[in-house]
C-alpha cells in the first residue's frame, strides 16, 4: 500500500470516529512479549529477520530502565506435547519450538528481566491471558503500558488488545515490534492505532519516559 493510499485509509477511518488518541497517564509500566531466541534464530522455523525490532527493543528497555517503571518481560514455555496450549497449539504447530527442551523459548540476550522485574511464563497469545499480569500490573498503580515484542499480528496484538479491556493504556513502539512480513506488520500496526491502543515511534516512547524519570 502507498503512502497516500494509507492516508486515505486513516482518512476514511477517522470519519467513521476511529483513532481517537488516547492521553498516556503518569504511571506506566514497559511490557516487553516474547523476546525469544525463535526469532532471531536461522535455524528455527520461527525465524523471522527482526533483528533490528530486537536492537529497539533493547534501547526501549534502557530508557524503562533508566526511567525507574516496572518491566514485564513474558515468556512462552510448553510441556513437550504443547498438551498445555489446547487448540492454539493444534492450530499453530511451529509452538513446537516452545516446548520442553527446545533451545528457541530462551529469551533473547540482552532482553532477560533483572532480578527486581517480573519475568511472566504463559502459554496463549495474550500475556493477561491465565497470568497475573492484571492484578501485578493494578497492585503497582499502572495505568499505561508500553509495549514491545514478538510477534505484533499475535502475542502483541493479543496482548495489547487486552491491555486496552483492562483499562490501561496501551502504546505499542513501533520499532521495537516485528512481524515474519512487513505488509502483515504494517496492517496490524495501522487497526492497533485505529482501534485499541496507540503506536508510537521510539523516540517519541523514550521522551515520554524521560518525563516520567523526572517525577
Known amino acids: ?110 532482553l532477560a528481566p533483572n532480578p527486581d522485574e517480573l519475568l511472566l511464563t504463559k502459554k496463549y497469545p495474550s500475556a493477561f491471558f491465565g497470568t497475573t499480569l492484571h492484578s501485578y500490573l493494578t497492585a503497582l498503580g499502572v495505568d499505561t503500558v508500553l509495549i514491545g515484542g514478538l510477534s505484533t499480528s499475535g502475542c502483541v496484538r493479543a496482548t495489547t488488545l487486552d491491555a486496552m479491556q483492562y483499562g490501561f493504556v496501551p502504546i505499542v513502539v513501533e520499532e521495537a515490534v516485528g512481524d515474519r512480513d512487513a505488509a502483515i506488520n504494517a496492517a496490524n500496526l495501522f487497526d492497533i492505532q485505529q482501534k485499541m491502543a496507540e503506536v508510537w515511534p521510539l523516540d517519541r516512547a523514550a521522551a515520554y519516559l524521560a518525563t516520567i524519570s523526572g517525577r
Open 1 to 110: 500500500m502507498t503512502g497516500a493510499e494509507r492516508a486515505a485509509q486513516a482518512a476514511d477511518y477517522a470519519r467513521v470516529g476511529f483513532g481517537r488518541e488516547l492521553a498516556p497517564g503518569a504511571r506506566p509500566a514497559l511490557v516487553l512479549v516474547d523476546p525469544a531466541r525463535a526469532y532471531i534464530d536461522p535455524e528455527c522455523p520461527l525465524y523471522a529477520g527482526v533483528e533490528d525490532n530486537v536492537a529497539a527493543m533493547r534501547v526501549l528497555l534502557g530508557h524503562a530502565r533508566a526511567a525507574g517503571v516496572p518491566v514485564v518481560v513474558t515468556e512462552v514455555r510448553l510441556r513437550a506435547d504443547g498438551a498445555d496450549a489446547g487448540v492454539f497449539f493444534r492450530k499453530a504447530g511451529s509452538l513446537k519450538a516452545f516446548c520442553a527442551g527446545s533451545p528457541f523459548a530462551e529469551v533473547i540476550d540482552g
